[in-house]
C-alpha cells in the first residue's frame, strides 16, 4: 500500500486475471498506479494462476483454482484495505491519470450513489456496443443517470457499501453478477449510478467467446430473481427475459436458444445460494426510476 497522506482518499483495487493477457494485464494495472491524489492498495488475483511480474508494490494472490469472476474478486477484497473499493477485469484501463479522484468527488458530492460505473471505449477507436451502457433506453453513451446493472469490468463502490451488499454473487461464476450487485446497492436506499463523462477502457470483445455463455446467462438470470425478488414478482421477471430470448434467437439462432434453454432449466433445479429478496420500498423506487424488476 502507498503511504497514506492526510487529505487523500484510500482506495482498494482489485485487479482480477488469469494470466492469459499480460500485456492487457500490465497496462491496466500501471493505468491504476498512475492515479493522483488518491492512496492505493492494489492487489492481482490470479484465478487458477500465480500472478508474477508485478509492478513494485502490487500484493499478488494465487488461487489454486480458477473459483469464477465474483469469487475471485471476493477474495481480493479481504487483501485491501481503502475506504473506497475499486474493480478492475484484466483487459480494462483506465485512461486518465484523474480518474479515481473524479469519481470518489461524485460519490463524496452525492451520498446518494452507492456504485459508479464509467463509460467504456475501446482503446483503438472500435465502436463500442450498445449492451456497454446499461439501460434499457440506451439514449447517448455520454449522458449518466441511475441503473440496475452494471457492466462489471471497472466499478467502483464505498467500502461499506460494498460489505453491506454481501459481496459479489459467488455462485454465478459468470455472467449477471453485476445486475445483482446494482440492486442490493439500491435496497441500501442508494442508487447506482452510470457516469457516462468518465471513461474506462475496454477492447470490443463478443461475449459469446466464452463456451458457457448461453447456459450461464439464462441459469443465473433465473438465479437472480430466486435470490433477490420477491416471490410474487420471480415469475414475472423469468417469463419477461424468457420471452425476450425467444423473439431474439427463435428463428435466427435455434443452437443458442436450446442452450440458454438448458440453463434455464439449471437454474430452476439447482441451489442458487442465499435468498435475500428486495424490500418493497425497493422495489417501489426501482419502478419509479423507470425500472420496475420485472424486466
Not at 39 to 55: E, H, K, R, S, Y
Not at 150 to 173: C, K, M, Q, S, Y
Not at 263 to 272: F, N, Q
Request: proline share 9%; net charge positive.
Amino acid at each position: 500500500m502507498s503511504v497514506p497522506e492526510p487529505g487523500r482518499p484510500t482506495v482498494g483495487v482489485v485487479v482480477l486475471t488469469q494470466g492469459t493477457r499480460p500485456g492487457d494485464l500490465d497496462r491496466g494495472i500501471r493505468s491504476v498506479l498512475a492515479q493522483q491524489d488518491v492512496t492505493l492498495d492494489v492487489v492481482c488475483v490470479g484465478n487458477g494462476w500465480q500472478p508474477t511480474g508485478l509492478p513494485v508494490g502490487v500484493q499478488a494472490l494465487a488461487l489454486p483454482t480458477n473459483l469464477g469472476i465474483p469469487a475471485g474478486r471476493n477474495r481480493g477484497v479481504s487483501l485491501v484495505t481503502g475506504e473506497y473499493l475499486f474493480f478492475l477485469d484484466d483487459d480494462a484501463s483506465i485512461p486518465d491519470s484523474n480518474f479515481l479522484i473524479t469519481a470518489i468527488d461524485k460519490l463524496r458530492a452525492d451520498p446518494r450513489i452507492g456504485l459508479l460505473q464509467p463509460r467504456v471505449e475501446d482503446p483503438m477507436g472500435v465502436q463500442s456496443p450498445r449492451r456497454w451502457i446499461p439501460r434499457i433506453r440506451k439514449g447517448e453513451a455520454t449522458t449518466p443517470g441511475p441503473v440496475f446493472s452494471v457492466w462489471e469490468g471497472a466499478v467502483l463502490l464505498p467500502r461499506a457499501v460494498f460489505d453491506a451488499t454481501g459481496g459479489w454473487a459467488e455462485p454465478f461464476f459468470y455472467a449477471h453478477e453485476g445486475i445483482e450487485l446494482a440492486w442490493r446497492v439500491w435496497d441500501q436506499g442508494r442508487v447506482a449510478w452510470y457516469a457516462g463523462d468518465l471513461v474506462a477502457n475496454h477492447p470490443v470483445i463478443l461475449p459469446t467467446r466464452h463456451a458457457d455463455y448461453y447456459r450461464l446467462n439464462a441459469r443465473n438470470r433465473v438465479w437472480l430473481a430466486r435470490r433477490n425478488l420477491p416471490v410474487l414478482f420471480v415469475p414475472l421477471y423469468v417469463g419477461s427475459w424468457t420471452a425476450i430470448q425467444v423473439l431474439r434467437w427463435g428463428l435466427n439462432n435455434r443452437p443458442a436458444l436450446r442452450a440458454w434453454f438448458g440453463g434455464w432449466r439449471e437454474g430452476w433445479r439447482s441451489d442458487p445460494g442465499p435468498r435475500h429478496p428486495l424490500r418493497a420500498r425497493t422495489v417501489w423506487r426501482m419502478t419509479r426510476a423507470g425500472r420496475p424488476p420485472i424486466i
